[in-house]
């Protein structure tokens, strides 16, 4: 086996090594909650996680821990806020922002693999995937509400499942640019 190949072998060995400690990031995180009476959704740490991993890893890695989880979850492992798991977790109301996850990865991806990894891309493109996880997970959360209870308008779900959640999100993701960045530094 040449150095090269040992290299190679290595880098994988490393990313799945980053890629399944930050998928058992998000479930801790998931499992840090503040209950909240329903309607409204859990407060937890997921996002936080997700940001983590993200700008640590960079879009791919970050991408395949979101997928790792959700794919966890969704075996029944119990990853999900509550030490929940199971297909059941996804299909409820706020199933949509645990599967918003990844179209908020794919976008950071996207984002940054276009334009770099300079400091306001990178916060360009987190917040524009909680506003895609935002937008994907109400708009489940509106489908599946009034499959359960009746219909629900959009100002009224978006009152339960987002306004509440905006700056506690907006800190998390501060909070993951600090420390992601010196993070960052000690990974190889």
Avoid at 140 to 145: L, P
Wanted: net charge positive.
């Amino acid at each position: 086996m040449t150095d090269s190949e040992k290299t190679t072998s290595r880098f994988r060995t490393v990313d799945l090594a980053y890629i399944a400690l930050f998928a058992v990031l998000m479930a801790v995180c998931a499992w840090i909650t503040i209950p909240i009476p329903k309607p409204f959704v859990q407060f937890t740490l997921q996002t936080f996680a997700v940001f983590m991993a993200l700008i640590t890893l960079g879009g791919r890695r970050g991408l395949y821990v979101t997928v790792v989880y959700l794919l966890m979850g969704a075996v029944g492992v119990p990853v999900f806020s509550g030490f929940r798991g199971g297909l059941s977790v996804l299909l409820d109301t706020t199933g949509g922002y645990i599967i918003g996850f990844v179209a908020s990865a794919l976008v950071y991806w996207l984002v940054t693999s276009r334009l770099g990894e300079s400091l306001p891309v990178v916060i360009a493109a987190c917040v524009l995937g909680l506003v895609l996880c935002y937008a994907f997970g109400t708009a489940w959360f509106m489908v599946v509400y009034a499959q359960n209870s009746g219909p629900v308008g959009l100002m009224t779900a978006l009152g339960w499942c987002v306004f509440p959640y905006i700056i506690p999100d907006l800190v998390k993701l501060a909070l993951a640019v600090l420390l992601s960045r010196r993070v960052k530094k000690f990974l190889k």
